[in-house]
T-cell receptor
Framework: GAVVSQHPSWVICKSGTSVKIECRSLDFQATTMFWYRQFPKQSLMLMATSNEGSKATYEQGVEKDKFLINHASLTLSTLTVTSAHPEDSSFYIC??????????FGPGTRLTVT | QQQVKQSPQSLIVQKGGISIINCAYENTAFDYFPWYQQFPGKGPALLIAIRPDVSEKKEGRFTISFNKSAKQFSLHIMDSQPGDSATYFCAASMKASSASKIIFGSGTRLSIRP
């Protein structure tokens, strides 16, 4: 099956610093990738749609200046959490679209801001 | 109208029993209904999916039943095993929507008792 990786799997950063999370589709090209965040025991909340070669589309309520998304190639999208604060601590998950509808998810990145 | 309602929130089933999770939707434009399985600390994995022109789809022990007129669909796990213990999310998507955005249900935490 299609494989999506994320790096790092776990990161701790200090409040006020920035952290970058990478999402890669390993065996297919993905024009579209999605970024989600998930709080404990809750569902996935879509943050933004990442399109290769164009600006990301953010969901309502998601600060685009805080969560910077770059879709540099057909196999790589990055999410940078800028000036992170403890309330940004969460599980961040990306997905990559294969074809027109099938989404394959990465293993997630746990961010802890101290 | 974009919501996908999922029940129950949690479910305990004896080993060998049938696990049933139900979902309902409002938007008749949805045309792709996937189910995802998520283990703690991992990203969701596509389990099985169905399109509205089919009333049932079976893959191994997993079956989706789809009732288009009632706008409901359900996941049945036959001969449930302890390894099936996970959180399950139903979802819905529109092929015609921007980049196949997926709407997730709230999730069901399934525990299979040995």
């Amino acid at each position: 099956g299609a494989v999506v990786s994320q790096h790092p799997s776990w990161v701790i950063c200090k409040s006020g610093t920035s952290v970058k999370i990478e999402c890669r589709s390993l065996d297919f090209q993905a024009t579209t990738m999605f970024w989600y965040r998930q709080f404990p025991k809750q569902s996935l909340m879509l943050m933004a749609t990442s399109n290769e070669g164009s600006k990301a589309t953010y969901e309502q309520g998601v600060e685009k200046d805080k969560f910077l998304i770059n879709h540099a190639s057909l196999t790589l999208s990055t999410l940078t959490v800028t000036s992170a604060h403890p309330e940004d601590s969460s599980f961040y998950i990306c997905s990559a679209v294969l074809g027109t509808t099938k989404q394959y998810f990465g293993p997630g990145t746990r961010l802890t801001v101290t | 109208q974009q919501q996908v309602k999922q029940s129950p929130q949690s479910l305990i089933v004896q080993k060998g029993g049938i696990s049933i999770i139900n979902c309902a939707y409002e938007n008749t434009a949805f045309d792709y209904f996937p189910w995802y399985q998520q283990f703690p600390g991992k990203g969701p994995a596509l389990l099985i999916a169905i399109r509205p022109d089919v009333s049932e789809k079976k893959e191994g022990r997993f079956t989706i039943s789809f009732n288009k007129s009632a706008k409901q669909f359900s996941l049945h796990i036959m001969d449930s095993q302890p390894g099936d213990s996970a959180t399950y999310f139903c979802a819905a998507s529109m092929k015609a929507s921007s980049a196949s955005k997926i709407i997730f249900g709230s999730g069901t935490r399934l525990s299979i008792r040995p």
